[in-house]
T-cell receptor, first 112, second 114 residues
Framework: NAGVTQTPKFQVLKTGQSMTLQCAQD?????MSWYRQDPGMGLRLIHY???????DQGEVPNGYNVSRSTTEDFPLRLLSAAPSQTSVYFC???????????FGQGTRLTVV | DQQVKQNSPSLSVQEGRISILNCDYT??????FLWYKKYPAEGPTFLIS?????DKNEDGRFTVFLNKSAKHLSLHIVPSQPGDSAVYFC?????????????FGKGTLLTVNP
């Protein structure tokens, strides 16, 4: 049972480049979400999904796209990377909306 | 406007003593609260939760207290151990709302000294 798997663990992008952060869970959880963690800012919700085919915006969605074609996968796309998107990104999943969320190990992204 | 506030960025305690981490919230619709622990270079891990119908929940060395009238909750760790040194995040949700999301505080760095 791998839990929540994020890839890659580290990434350096140039301004304007695009990329996709991958997130997969094998717990058959309906709820998945993406957070970013910045120094002194805690965890801020980017996008979330309550099931396959259903996504919604969180607190800081600008510059990011998501889709949920399967229960297992919830990729986060950066369309045109900006230095302000330098952060650590966490993917999380949970069975019910208010139960404990399981987090991945994180992706440390640097945009230069 | 920050809806979940952890006003102490850091806390240092001696091994064996009690650690008390505090969290305040402003949204009266929040009715479910969770604490997560995070070690460096790892994802947060769930620690303990409490529903607004309770005022206390205990799990081993960890106890969470909820004061709804004050919109305040606290996490007590007794006795504190060096392995408890980590960043602790308070999170809250509105279980009756149409949107699912956890709102996190900024975290408190706990250091337990041997």
């Amino acid at each position: 049972n791998a839990g929540v798997t994020q890839t890659p663990k580290f990434q350096v992008l140039k301004t304007g480049q695009s990329m996709t952060l991958q997130c997969a869970q094998d717990m058959n959880h309906e709820y998945m979400s993406w957070y970013r963690q910045d120094p002194g800012m805690g965890l801020r919700l980017i996008h979330y999904s309550v099931g396959a085919g259903i996504t919604d915006q969180g607190e800081v969605p600008n510059g990011y796209n998501v889709s949920r074609s399967t229960t297992e996968d919830f990729p986060l796309r950066l369309l045109s990377a900006a230095p302000s998107q330098t952060s650590v990104y966490f993917c999380a999943s949970s069975y019910f909306r208010d139960t404990e969320a399981f987090f991945g190990q994180g992706t440390r992204l640097t945009v230069v | 406007d920050q809806q979940v506030k952890q006003n102490s960025p850091s806390l240092s305690v001696q091994e064996g003593r009690i650690s008390i981490l505090n969290c305040d919230y402003t949204n009266s619709m929040f009715d479910y609260f969770l604490w997560y622990k995070k070690y460096p270079a790892e994802g947060p891990t769930f620690l303990i939760s409490i529903s607004s119908i309770k005022d206390k929940n205990e799990d081993g060395r960890f106890t969470v207290f909820l004061n709804k009238s004050a919109k305040h909750l606290s996490l007590h760790i007794v006795p504190s151990q060096p392995g408890d040194s980590a960043v602790y995040f308070c999170a809250a949700s509105d279980s009756g709302g149409s949107n699912y999301k956890l709102t996190f505080g900024k975290g408190t760095l706990l250091t337990v000294n041997p």
